[in-house]
Each structure stands twice: as structure tokens, then as C-alpha cells.
């Protein structure tokens, strides 16, 4: 049985001022007519019942969330108390999933990545449920073929290739974000991958690898499998869940991790610098959104949410305005809007 995670977290820090503690980024509509989170639902929903989807996100958004998937069964919505990174939402998740017993595969996808081919995405899935499905249970992730030298993303460097005509290699290590030089040399290799956040597990090989890697979790977590009302523990285990993500938690120390090469388009809409590549440029290269006004401008990002924003002889700027903020930052920095966002949170 193959079941699907939607990782709903975070708070869109990078797209600050649209992106709000209330109102993150997975619940803008910032490529179409419906938010990034009503994206990832229908392209799961393309192949999985209602009753194999579930959403983990923090607690104050599940208001928001159930508007926007009303369709989303009542205790398949977990609320995370108490926000503690991705290996404590991925554990409650696998112990959730393995309650039902039998071979259940998940799906793992963050809300807020951009794929438009659904049915590549789907074959790309299948790949990585075969190779999951193996005795040794390998602990499957998605890696993005590199197009850029891009120093934003976290990077997967590949070993041995599972198999002599399989299209998997076993992860050799998990690279931070590293600087331009790196980047470079990553992407000349040929032996390494962007780190997408997307995975597929059997729900017991991800709590075994758990068990070995991050004991005390596992002890939190494991009595989800057969507690009469799991969903009444949840608060308890947010509250004494230490605050890690699956990367640096589980995937770095385990030997089980096998990579599959991503053969969809894709993007994580990180930043205002990558939503410009999505939303396409005008003749002098700019991205804008709302009510703009440009003149001897080239290369900027313009995005207005009311009244008008007015730019004159500017160069690779983004330039964003809500009801309240005006944003201004070079393009190539759009990754340090967080900082920003951080700071107003002090």
C-alpha cells in the first residue's frame, strides 16, 4: 500500500513580507490560481485516495488548511503542536502510517515545491517504490539533476549504482549548501544531485533506521503504532521531541539511503529570485506581478499585492510591496530575506 505525506511546515521565511507567520508560503497562490499546497494535493490525488493522504503541519494553520483541502480526512490532518523540524514530523508519520500493519510505502512531498508534469512525477515515484520495496529496505530520496551552480541548495553525492541496470545509486554522503567554487565542481563531476526534500520509505525500514540513529524519538513515537488514540499523544511527543531534521537526524548516519534520479521539471520555489524563473520575463527580462511601472529597468522582480510599484533605471533588484511592508533587496541575495524576517521576530 502506498500512502502520501504532505510536509505542510514552515514558514516561508525567504518570502517575506508576502509570506507570513498566518500565511506561509504553501498557502499563497503564487504560480496559478491556487495556492502551492492545492497543488501538491492534486498531483497526489492524481494516483492516491483521500484516505491514503495525510498532512503534517503546525497547529495554528489547521484552520487554514482545512479550507483549502476540505476533502482531507479529520485524523489524517496531524497538527504539530509544537514545531520540531522534519524528523519528528516524519516519525510520527511512519508510526501512524505502520499502524494499519502489512508493507505500507510513503510517500514523502513538501507542500510547496513546483512540479507541472504530474505523470513524469508519477514515473519517477514508481521507480522509487520498486527500488524501496527491495529486501535491504533502502530509505529512497529524489535527487534534482543539476542545471546551475546553485548555492542555496543542499547537494547529494552518489556511490555505487544499485544493481548493473538500475536507474538508483546508493548516497555516498549529504553536502551542505556550499559556496560558488563548490557548487562548480559539483555540477562538473556528474556525481551529484540537488537535495529535492522528496522521499519514499517503507513507514517500518524509515522507524528501524530511527530506532538505530535517533533512539529517544524513536521512543516517543513508537507506542503510535498500537495507542488506542494516537492523535491524544501528540502534543506530549512535540513537547519532548528534540528539534532536527530528517537529513541531519536519520539520513546522514544511515547506510540504507539510496538516491533515484528526479526525471520531472522542478523547483522549490525557494526564493523571489526562483519564483521570477517560474512567472517568465518581459522583454527586458523582467518578472512582475500586480500593478508595475517600469521604465529603463532590466532584470528585476516586481511583484505588488496593492497600489503600484513605480521602478526607473534599477538593475536586477527585487521590489516587493504588500499592504503594510516595501521589500528591496538585490536579486542575487533574495535567499537573505529571511534574515529580515528573523530579525522582526526578536
Not at 79 to 101: D, H, I, K, Q, S
Not at 116 to 139: I, K, Y
Not at 295 to 300: H, K, Q
Request: aromatic fraction near 8%.
Amino acid at each position: 500500500m502506498l500512502e502520501g505525506v504532505i510536509l505542510a511546515g514552515g514558514k516561508g521565511e525567504r518570502f517575506w513580507p508576502l509570506s507570513r507567520p498566518g500565511r506561509p508560503k504553501q498557502l499563497l497562490r503564487l504560480i496559478d490560481d491556487e495556492s502551492l499546497l492545492r497543488t501538491t494535493w492534486r498531483r497526489l490525488r492524481h494516483r492516491l485516495d483521500p484516505g491514503a493522504l495525510r498532512v503534517v503541519a503546525g497547529e495554528s494553520l489547521v484552520p487554514s488548511i482545512r479550507l483549502e483541502l476540505p476533502e482531507l480526512i479529520g485524523d489524517h490532518l496531524v497538527p504539530e503542536t509544537v514545531g520540531r523540524n522534519t524528523a519528528p514530523a516524519l516519525a510520527v508519520a511512519a508510526a501512524l502510517g505502520a499502524r494499519g500493519g502489512g508493507d505500507v510505502i510513503q510517500l514523502v512531498v513538501p507542500c510547496d515545491h513546483w512540479i507541472p508534469d504530474v505523470d513524469a512525477f508519477w514515473a519517477s515515484v514508481n521507480r522509487a517504490v520498486e527500488v524501496a520495496q527491495a529486501e535491504d529496505g533502502p530509505l529512497v530520496t529524489f535527487g534534482i539533476p543539476i542545471t546551475r551552480p546553485d548555492t542555496g541548495y543542499g547537494y547529494i553525492e552518489r556511490g555505487e549504482r544499485r544493481g548493473p541496470v538500475s536507474e538508483a545509486w546508493q548516497v555516498r554522503r549529504f553536502h551542505e549548501k556550499p559556496d560558488e567554487t563548490t557548487a562548480r565542481s559539483y555540477q562538473a563531476s556528474g556525481n551529484f544531485f540537488w537535495n529535492s526534500g522528496i522521499f519514499v520509505w517503507r513507514a517500518q525500514s524509515f522507524l528501524d533506521e530511527l530506532a538505530r540513529t535517533m533512539p529517544e524519538l524513536h521512543k516517543l513515537v513508537q507506542h503510535l503504532t498500537t495507542a488506542k488514540d494516537p492523535m491524544d499523544r501528540l502534543p506530549e511527543i512535540f513537547q519532548r521531541a528534540p528539534a532536527q531534521s530528517v537529513d541531519h537526524g536519520v539520513l546522514e548516519h544511515s547506510r540504507r539511503v539510496a538516491v533515484v534520479a528526479a526525471g520531472f521539471p522542478w523547483s522549490d520555489v525557494g526564493t523571489w529570485e526562483r519564483w521570477g524563473d517560474l512567472a517568465g520575463a518581459d522583454a527586458s527580462g523582467n518578472a512582475c506581478h500586480g500593478d508595475i511601472l517600469s521604465l529603463e529597468t532590466e532584470g528585476c522582480i516586481l511583484f505588488s499585492e496593492e497600489g503600484v510599484v513605480a521602478a526607473l533605471g534599477v538593475k536586477d533588484l527585487v521590489i516587493v510591496r504588500t499592504g503594510d511592508v516595501t521589500l528591496v533587496v538585490p536579486k542575487a541575495r533574495s535567499h537573505d530575506v529571511r534574515r529580515l524576517f528573523r530579525l522582526l521576530q526578536e
